[in-house]
């Protein structure tokens, strides 16, 4: 799988459609932005959400539907998605995945989540420890889905990834998880995420920090930065960073030690994504059987191992059992 050049050219090759769409982006937040404002308590209305939750669980094919739906902005999907991208289809972004997915929820969901604190809707059977607005899986979705079709720039999986992210967050209606208001406010910190994330990572490349930089220097900005945001006061803030520092860590060493190639058959493809996915059960969420995850370092380490496991050891692995042949390496690990 290849990735096209990343220009700041987001949406579309032709300046008139690229200026068009980022000014529709622009208008979007606005308005909703400006909706949230003056219909706040109508969009938090419990008994829309109640009507709503009741069509879902009189409905068991409904449900399932929207069970499985609300499963594409989740966390442990992205998780196994972008792993089995690592491995076997382009290793630069399924990494980019491993940053952003955490990453995004942070910033978008789970810092203002604690600054607004709000209750999430009084659903029998909903219990959730974190607080409601705005929705973390459709912010998730609208900046994991929108960093995936801006770098691939097709056409039909823009289509897709917008279908993706109006049912992820009509989802969380729909199973009572939260108000149409908490879904709006994800779609705008969601927006605001991927245009700040693009602007800075365009502005990195074209500058060549990351280039005029050590390797040394590299890795530890890596696990620095992550360990730094692991102290920010929120509910998931140990695991989501943890998630960045190992899959960061990794990637800088499997860079410079293995360099593996995506090259192989569809049976050593099959077989890298069991066993990695095994492991990653065994780590998360085997370990909370034996460890207290509630330990902020202890979760950290736990999270970082996961996705140092994807980008580092599970390539090592790998290699030792065969799963990707060595006339497709760049460099073997002696």
């Not at 989802?171 to 779609?187: A, C, E, T, W």
């Not at 695991?239 to 190992?246: C, D, E, I, V």
């Not at 410079?256 to 077989?271: D, L, P």
């Amino acid at each position: 799988m290849e990735i096209p050049p990343l220009t700041r050219y987001y949406f579309s090759p032709k300046p008139g459609q690229e200026r068009a769409i980022r000014w529709f982006c622009f208008l979007l937040v606005v308005i909703i932005s400006l909706a949230l404002y003056y219909y706040w308590v109508p969009l938090r209305d419990p008994e829309f959400t109640y009507s709503m939750v009741s069509v879902t669980v009189e409905n068991l094919l409904v449900f399932l539907f929207f069970q499985f739906i609300t499963t594409l902005g989740s966390e442990g999907f992205f998780l196994v998605f972008f792993s089995v991208i690592y491995w076997s289809f382009n290793k630069t972004l399924g990494f980019w995945g491993l940053i952003v997915m955490p990453l995004s929820v942070l910033v978008t969901s789970e810092i203002p989540k604690d600054i607004v604190r709000l209750p999430r809707p009084d659903v029998p059977g909903v219990v959730v420890p974190t607080y409601t607005f705005p929705s973390g899986h459709t912010s998730g979705a609208v900046s994991v889905w929108g960093f995936m079709a801006i770098l691939l720039k097709k056409r039909w999986f823009w289509m897709f990834s917008l279908i993706i992210m109006f049912l992820v967050g009509l989802s969380r209606i729909m199973l009572g998880y939260h108000y149409p208001g908490d879904v709006l406010g994800g779609v705008v910190t969601g927006i605001v995420f991927l245009a700040m994330f693009f602007g800075v990572g365009l502005s990195i490349l074209e500058k060549n920090w990351d280039k005029n930089l050590s390797f040394t220097l590299l890795l530890f900005i890596a696990l620095a930065l992550p360990i730094a945001m692991s102290f920010i006061p929120a509910y998931y803030a140990p695991r989501l960073t943890g998630y960045m520092a190992g899959a960061a860590a990794g990637y800088l060493l499997e860079k410079r030690n293995i360099n593996f190639s995506n090259a192989g058959h569809w049976r050593q493809h099959f077989s890298k994504a069991l066993l990695g996915m095994g492991v990653i059960a065994l780590i998360i969420p085997g370990f909370d059987l034996f460890l207290p995850d509630e330990i902020q370092i202890i979760n950290f380490i736990q999270h970082a191992f996961a996705t140092f496991w994807i980008t580092y050891l599970a390539p090592w692995l790998f290699i030792r059992l065969g799963l990707i042949n060595a006339k497709h390496l760049n460099c073997m690990v002696k």
